[in-house]
């Protein structure tokens, strides 16, 4: 394995990792979302501008990121060293 290969799995591998991390805090989020009252859902944290639903969607745009470069990235591998790592 060469070493570009290489940094690209280390890189693949802490992406997956953030992956998870992102996945523990979205449930954690919506867990919370489901336990709040509707009129808090109305009016509160989770209002369509509350701090919780802007942290959710925040969250849920840095998933989708993280996804794309996933995906990206193992294609590279599967392709072999292909293009330069992203600076």
């Not at 940094?7 to 591998?13: A, C, K, M, Q, V």
């Not at 998870?20 to 954690?28: F, N, P, R, S, Y």
């Amino acid at each position: 394995m060469s070493k570009k290969t290489a940094d690209l799995e280390t890189l693949l591998s802490e992406l997956t990792h953030e992956r998870g991390e992102l996945d523990a805090k979205i449930e954690e989020l919506i867990a919370d979302m489901a336990d709040a009252a509707p009129e808090q859902r109305k009016t509160g944290d989770w209002a369509p501008n509350g701090a919780l639903t802007r942290q959710y969607l925040d969250l849920t745009n840095r998933q989708g990121e993280v996804e794309q470069q996933i995906i990206d990235l193992s294609r590279q591998i599967a392709a072999g060293d292909g293009p330069a790592l992203p600076h």
